[in-house]
Structure formats: C-alpha cells, structure tokens
C-alpha cells in the first residue's frame, strides 16, 4: 500500500537525498520531498506548506541538526525530527535526542529507517490526538453550549487576566452583568428550543455591539457577562450601557414571533468597587439586582446595594414559607382621574416583609417565584389579600376598584380563571371592582393563548388593562381584538415625555389611539404636577404616581385619604 509522505529533508548532498527517498519508497511510502540546506529555505519552506516528518543531516557547510532542530521547535510545529547522517559519534547523537530529535540513523544502516519513521508518525499521531482531546476539554470546560461564548469559568479567568494587568499598567476595568428581563416566560411558553435562539441572537448582538478586545459570556440562564478590559474613562461605561441597550432594542424574531428583550444591567469596576476577580464579580451582581428596579435598566455599584441581593442571599427556598406565614403584603397606589382629581381606584403591589432583610420589593423575588414554581401560590394570595382589603374599604365607605398584576405565567396557567373566581366568591367581590393588569410583552408571548384567557376573564365580568404599554412592539392594531378596559402607558414614556419628543410623541399617540379603541388610557409614573399637566393637556384620562402618592401600607393609606388634597366618594 502506497503511503504518502510530505517529507522535508535538510541535506547538502542530493545523492545521500535519492538514497534515502529509495529507502522510503521501499517502504511503501510516496514521499513528496523539499531539500533545504539553509536555516532560511527551511524556515520558509515550513512557512509554505504542512509536512509528515523531517530528516536532518548532522552537519552541513550552512546548517546542523541542531539549528534545525531548535527552529523547527521554534515554529511550534511538531512533527517527528530524524537525523540521517554519515559520522555521528554515540555522545553527539545522545546530546541530539535530548535535544528532542527522535532517532538517529547512520547513513550505512538505512534498513532501520523504515521502522523508525513508522514508529515515529504514529507517536506523533498520539501526540495530535491528545492535544486535540485536550483542546475539546478545554472547550467544553470554558465554553457555553448554546451560545458558543465563554462560560463561567472562563469570563472569570477572564476577568482575573484583565485585573491583573489592570493593576500593572493602572487604568480601570469594567464588568457588566445582564440579566434579561422575562426570559423564563419566553422559555416556558415557547420551549427550550426558541429559548435558545434568543439567547444565541441577543449572543450575537452584544458581540457586534463591542470592540474586540472586549469580552461577551454566557454565565448561564438568562445572564450575561460583558468585560471592557481597558477603560480609559470611566464614563465609558455609560456609553457602552446606552450602546448595548440600544442593540438590544428591535424586537428578536424568533420562530416567527417578534420578541422584545429587556435587560438588566450591573455594573462593578476596578479599582474603584473591587480590586479581585470574585469581589467584582459579586458587586456587579448586586448592582444587576438593584438595576432591575431602575427605570434606566441599569446601576452602577455602590455599597448600599449590598442589602439588595437576596436571591444570592438564599432566598429562593425561604419565599414558599413566607407566602403561608403571613410574610408578604400588599402596598396600594391610587390612581386618579385626570379631569376631576378623583381617587378611582388603587393598585395593589406585593411585598415581602422578610424576618432579616427587611421590606423586599417584587422585582426582588417575582422572578424567584417563577423560576420555583411559586407564582400561583402568590397569585392566589395576592388576589385574596387585595380583594378581602378592597371589600373591607368598602364597607367602610371607601368605594374603590382594586387592580391586581398578573404575570406572563399566571396569565397562561390553566388554572387562572378558577383561581380568580375562587377568590371573587370568597370575598364576596363584584367582578367590575376588579382589574386585572397583565404585560404587554406578557400577551405577546403566546397572543393566541392570552386572547382566549382575556376573553374568558372579560366573560365573567372583570376588567382587564394592558400595564407597561409601549414596551413591547405590539401595534394598538394588534390589541384591537382583546376585549381590554385600559391601557397603562409604561413609565419610562412618562418620564421622558417632558425632555424627550420622541417620548411625548408616543405618550399623545397611545392617549388619541387608545381613545379610539374606546379604552381608558392611565399613565403610570407621574412623578410632578408638570407631568401631571402635560398628560391633562393630551387628554390622558388616568394618572397614577409619586406625584399623586407613593404606594403605601393600608392604614397609611387610609389616614392619607382623610388629608389628601385628591377627591375621594363620600361615603355612600
Ligand atoms: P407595575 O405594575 O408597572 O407597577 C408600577 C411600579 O412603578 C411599582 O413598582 C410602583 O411602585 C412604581 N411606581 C409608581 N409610581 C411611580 C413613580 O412615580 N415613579 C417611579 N419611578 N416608579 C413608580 P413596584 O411596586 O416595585 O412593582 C414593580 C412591578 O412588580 C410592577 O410593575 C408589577 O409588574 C410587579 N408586581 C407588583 N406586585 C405584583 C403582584 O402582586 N403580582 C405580580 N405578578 N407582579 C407584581
Ligand atoms: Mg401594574
Ligand atoms: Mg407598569
């Protein structure tokens, strides 16, 4: 069987060169030969093409074995190194092998040529499948299977190159920890398999956001990491945020459906927050937790954050305990009618007074109880706690709707509309005293299933309002068909609507759309009477926010109507 052979031979004879190419041919191999006698023929020779073994000669007028040997290694190439050579003395052919030359034959003895070479290609062969099993190791080990990015433990060894170089040549490094916003409500509706398309493209955003020199990981579920190695000025890191935020902005097309991704972003930096690996990791991590409360999507670390990492805190395995032990309550912010100034109604928003942590806010363990399974049990008692108060106000004259948030899994639970008219029986509660207020981006996941859900709650008489409108690509067109009361404008509009025309212009668009569909439109967020006078002078209809009153503790919240400047019902 013919072998071929890409053999380079280091020789000044061309005669030594035929007989050593008969040898091989005897052997069954087809060499395909270069003959170099100069460091620089062999250098590009090397240079131009992949070769199977080299045979050197101990000494030429220009070049020896041991010149060859040590630029062969310099290339980095490993293949096998044989001498073929006339004088060779046993103490120079010793020095040759440990030199890492593989064997040596004398030019009289060519018959152990063969058996050398053999030997030599397959340990070689070895040699080339171990490292390339390393480097699948390696692979696996430092690389995140879905998205192709660094993983944990390689943005960590990442990160800790970036620190320390960072301490020799003094500048700052930046590490930015994303979480996307409801990427568990695009996985559990639209399974593992489109879950990963969108991990894969928002992967493939943040990269062609970048420079290269900076770093993009995947840590796992729905995080991120995102390493600038090289800060110049700490500003940067504003523009890098703004940068990514807008990357991120356009909807992900996945499986046909447009998918809007919210992010929340943490930020930590050396030296100034950490001077480790770990610290900065972590102190981006509790900045990430408290950006998720920020209506920018991001925070930059400060140390009073500390307190607000309780997931990391184990919190997790705590919430099903503080939901049966009366650890959760209900804060209520009113809305008003932007005409009049009449309290129409309140939102009840859950918080978990924790035995340790004190008073934890619900982006704080929401997402918690979804990943454990939790949200029908807070569901239940939210609605039950909000209606059982809404009944009590009334009886006390204080004749008030209720509005209760749903999340993207409550509204797809099949279980929702028996939970609801369960809770309605129990406290004795008229339907139309109840709103429900469910995500846009929370509808969209699964338009088809929430239209079917809406119209079952609207049957029974409830009223439904669309919360955080404007965030999630959907056409008011496409919402035309729900059988919707309200439309709650989010408030990163409100808040813009003053500074930004772009934000008024959605703020106008969504009231005078709105009305036409017949809805009433509520802008949530109104935080001065500027605001407040703004949207009177679109004809917004309801406004809700600090301005009016921060949410509060029922019995606050009842001493606060007797002296607040807002109209509320005289007893009936
Ligand atoms: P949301 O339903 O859009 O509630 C409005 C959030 O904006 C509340 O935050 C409220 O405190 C805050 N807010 C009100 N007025 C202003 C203002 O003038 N300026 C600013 N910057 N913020 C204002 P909170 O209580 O932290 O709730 C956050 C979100 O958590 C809620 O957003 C809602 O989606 C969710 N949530 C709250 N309670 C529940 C619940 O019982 N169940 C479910 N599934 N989600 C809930
Ligand atoms: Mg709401
Ligand atoms: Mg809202």
Redesign the pocket.
């Known amino acids: 069987m013919s072998k071929p052979l890409r053999a380079l031979v280091i020789e000044d004879s061309e005669d030594d060169t035929e007989l050593l190419l008969q040898e091989l041919q005897r052997g069954g191999y087809v060499p395909d030969h270069a003959r170099v006698e100069t460091p620089e023929a062999m250098s590009s020779e090397l240079k131009a093409r992949a070769w199977d073994i080299v045979f050197s000669d101990f000494t030429m007028p220009n070049f020896n074995a041991f010149d060859a040997l040590s630029l062969l290694r310099s290339t980095g190439i490993d293949i096998p190194f044989i001498i073929v050579s006339g004088t060779i003395g046993e103490d120079r052919a010793v020095t040759a092998m440990k030199s890492g030359a593989h064997d040596y034959i004398l030019k009289g003895n060519l018959k152990r040529l063969i058996p050398a070479v053999e030997r030599e290609l397959r340990e070689a062969r070895v040699r080339q499948e171990r490292r390339e099993g390393e480097e699948t190791i390696r692979r696996l080990a430092y690389q995140d299977p879905v998205t192709t990015l660094p993983n944990r433990a390689r943005f960590r060894e990442l990160i800790q190159e970036a620190v320390e170089k960072a301490a020799r040549d003094s500048h700052s490094v930046g590490l930015l920890l994303m979480n996307l916003d409801r990427f568990r409500e695009v996985n559990d509706t639209l399974g593992h398999g489109l879950g990963d398309q969108l991990l894969q493209q928002v992967g493939l955003r943040l990269r062609s956001a970048l420079f290269t020199p900076d770093i993009v990981a995947r840590l796992g579920g729905d995080e991120f990491g995102i390493l600038l190695p090289h800060l110049s000025a700490v500003e940067n890191v504003e523009h890098v945020i703004k940068k990514l935020q807008e990357f991120l902005q356009a909807p992900f097309m996945i499986g046909g459906i447009p998918i809007a991704v919210e992010a929340s972003i943490g930020v930590a930096l050396i030296p100034e927050h950490a001077d480790d690996a770990d610290t900065l990791l972590q102190r981006a991590d509790i900045a990430m937790y408290r950006a998720k409360?920020m209506?920018s999507g991001y925070a930059l670390y400060t140390q009073e954050y500390d307190s607000y990492s309780p997931e990391r805190l184990g919190l997790m395995a705590e919430l099903r305990d503080a939901i049966g032990h009366g650890q959760l309550l209900?804060?209520f912010?009113p809305k008003v009618e932007v005409k009049t100034g009449q309290i129409v109604g309140n939102?009840?928003?859950?918080?978990w007074q924790h035995p340790r942590h004190g008073l934890l806010?619900?982006?704080q363990f929401?997402t918690t109880?979804e990943r454990t399974g939790l949200?029908e049990p807070?569901?239940d008692w939210?609605l039950n706690d909000?209606l059982n108060h809404c009944m009590a106000a009334r009886r006390e004259g204080i004749r008030l709707g209720i509005?209760?948030?749903?999340?993207a899994?409550?509204l797809h639970s099949p279980h929702l509309a028996e939970i609801v008219e369960r809770a309605l029986t129990a406290a004795t509660a008229d339907p139309r005293n109840l709103t429900l207020?469910i995500?846009e981006s929370a509808i969209m996941l699964d338009p088809a299933g929430a239209e079917k859900t809406l119209a079952i709650l609207n049957g029974m008489g409830i009223r439904l309002s669309i919360?955080?409108f404007g965030t999630g690509y959907t056409s008011l067109a496409s919402i035309k068909r729900l059988p919707v009361d309200e439309i709650?404008i989010?408030?990163s509009f409100?808040?813009g609507m003053l500074d930004d025309q772009r934000d008024a212009m959605v703020v106008r668009s969504v009231i005078e759309l709105g009305h036409n569909l017949g809805h009433t439109v509520v802008a949530?967020?109104?935080?001065n009477r500027e605001m407040y006078e703004f949207l009177a002078s679109m004809g917004c209809d309801e406004a809700?926010?600090?301005?009016?009153s921060?949410?509060q503790a029922c019995e606050p919240l009842k001493d606060w109507f007797a002296v607040s400047p807002w109209k509320i019902d005289a007893p009936a």
């Open positions: 409360q209506a209900l804060h912010q939102e009840a928003l859950v918080r806010m619900p982006d929401i109880a949200m807070l569901t939210v909000a509005s209760v948030n749903l999340s899994r409550s207020e995500t919360d955080d709650k989010d408030k409100v808040s949530e967020g109104v935080e809700q926010g600090y301005f009016i921060r949410p």
